[in-house]
């Protein structure tokens, strides 16, 4: 039998065979599959530009967020120097709005953190262990669920005071309750898998498992939901400044720029206007990348 003489050449081509032959893995195929839907990447784009409007567009604008001048209250826009007009103070719209998406942005991302944590751990931990502690900390879940959100709020401002701190903790701590019975949900599926029960005869723990094995394979539906989370908490966010019990003045929010705008749109229409479609343009962005990363993570649709 004559042997088989390998030239770099045969053997960079056997290489390729190779990871050819592998396949391409979940992830790659789920990116490939994003980048393709238009949709979402013109979400990815239009969200990219609104965060780094938010992150240094305060720092190029001619005013303060917070400077008042009598001279021009009410100024259109286009005229005395704002951009976007001026409100019933005189302070630069403009400012004030890039602002107010920096506040509303870091809301939905802190608070849906927070509600990340919270719920994944919880729904895992119940999920994966069952029995009567799951039953325990699922009661605990529709409990929680039964309080109505805002008389929690009300509750939480008037016992600790009102600041933008608090609307952090007052949002993350209702928006878990969701994640945690998706995370659970998925767990009950995930614990009876061969991969888990090999970690089991192999001697790993509880906890070892719950954090190498059930939620590494819970991050697509994770993801996903995230991306649909945020935009529930800046609305969150928007409803309690509607009403007044969000971020207070002098800072402002997507939120209190509306309803400051609804109060004044009689005399001043730009202070409705702009700040609403900056609310409209950042859902719509967050849900067209949830909706591509549904897509995309899907295996039915792969």
Same mark, same amino acid.
């Given at each position: 039998m004559t042997?088989?003489?390998?030239?770099?050449?045969?053997?960079?081509?056997?290489?390729?065979?190779e990871k050819a032959a592998r396949g391409r893995s979940l992830w790659d195929d789920a990116r490939r599959r994003?980048?393709?839907n238009k949709a979402a990447v013109g979400g990815m784009i239009v969200l990219g530009l609104l965060v780094l409007a938010a992150i240094i567009g305060p720092y190029f604008t001619p005013y303060a967020y917070d400077q008042i001048n009598k001279d021009h209250v009410w100024a259109p826009p286009l005229t005395q120097g704002h951009l976007l007009g001026a409100d019933s103070l005189g302070r630069d719209l403009l400012a004030r709005l890039l602002t107010g998406l920096r506040v509303s942005l870091a809301i939905g991302l802190v608070a849906t953190t927070v509600s990340l944590i919270i719920g994944v751990a919880w729904g895992a931990i119940a999920g994966y262990l069952g029995g009567r502690i799951d039953e325990i900390m699922m009661r605990v879940v529709d409990v929680l669920y039964s309080l109505p959100f805002i008389f929690f709020v009300i509750l939480l401002m008037v016992t600790f005071?009102?600041?933008?701190?608090l #609307?952090?903790?007052? %949002?993350? !701590?209702?928006?878990?309750l969701t994640m945690s019975r998706i995370v659970r949900g998925q767990t009950l599926s995930l614990k009876h898998k061969e991969f888990v029960e090999a970690a089991r005869a192999a001697g790993l723990g509880d906890g070892g498992i719950i954090a190498k094995h059930i939620i590494?394979?819970?991050?697509?539906?994770?993801?996903?939901?995230?991306?649909?989370? #945020?935009?529930?908490? %800046?609305? !969150?966010?928007?409803?309690?400044?509607f009403l007044g019990l969000g971020v207070q003045p002098p800072m402002a929010s997507l939120g209190t720029l509306i309803a400051n705008g609804a109060q004044d749109m009689e005399?001043?229409?730009?202070l409705l206007v702009f700040p609403s479609l900056t609310m409209v343009v950042t859902l719509m962005s967050f849900n067209f990348i949830g909706d591509g990363l549904r897509d995309a993570i899907d295996p039915k649709d792969r």
């Open positions: 042997g088989t003489i390998l030239t770099p050449g045969s053997r960079v081509g056997a290489e390729t065979m994003l980048l393709r005071g009102s600041n933008i701190i #609307i952090f903790v007052a %949002i993350g !701590a209702v928006e878990w590494p394979n819970l991050l697509g539906p994770v993801v996903v939901y995230v991306t649909l989370t #945020i935009p529930a908490v %800046i609305l !969150a966010e928007s409803f309690l400044s005399l001043a229409w730009w």
